[in-house]
């Protein structure tokens, strides 16, 4: 079974910084498209970067700049580094990984968030 577990959540003031983790198991990493999204209480999942095979990544405007994904292969491992946090980036913080073409495309150009793979969220407020 193909299991992803986040960490690297918590607290932190405006202006601090996080990185978070997606540790990946039970996937073969030929063919992917990754992503973070972030959700907060009574509104939609939100699309915050993606990152696909050959390395291409993509994020929203509201963190363009601050944030910057990345993935490891050799270590099974999905990161996202967050610079210059503010409260409007406090929300859960999903990873999701899928091997089907288009994924990533479908992200921000159709808003879609429709990945086979997700994890369970990790925590971030900004206070």
């Known amino acids: 079974d193909v299991q992803l577990v986040e960490s690297g ?11 978070l983790s997606c540790r990946i198991s039970g996937y073969s990493f030929i063919r992917y498209c990754m992503a973070w999204y972030r959700q907060v209480p009574a509104r939609a999942r939100e699309a915050v970067a993606t ?5 291409r990544a993509e994020y929203a405007g509201s963190v363009k700049g601050r944030f910057t994904i990345s993935r490891d292969v050799a270590e099974n491992t999905l990161t996202l580094q967050m610079n210059n946090l503010k ?8 990873c999701a990984v899928d091997r ?6 479908d992200v921000f150009r159709r808003g879609s968030s429709d990945f086979t793979h997700w994890g369970q969220g990790t925590q971030v407020t900004v206070s």
């Open 87 to 94: 409260p409007d980036d406090s929300a859960t913080y999903y």
């Open 100 to 105: 089907r073409p288009g994924v990533c495309l």
């Open 9 to 19: 959540g918590g607290s932190v003031q405006p202006g601090g910084t996080l990185t």
């Open 51 to 55: 990152i696909e095979s050959l390395g």
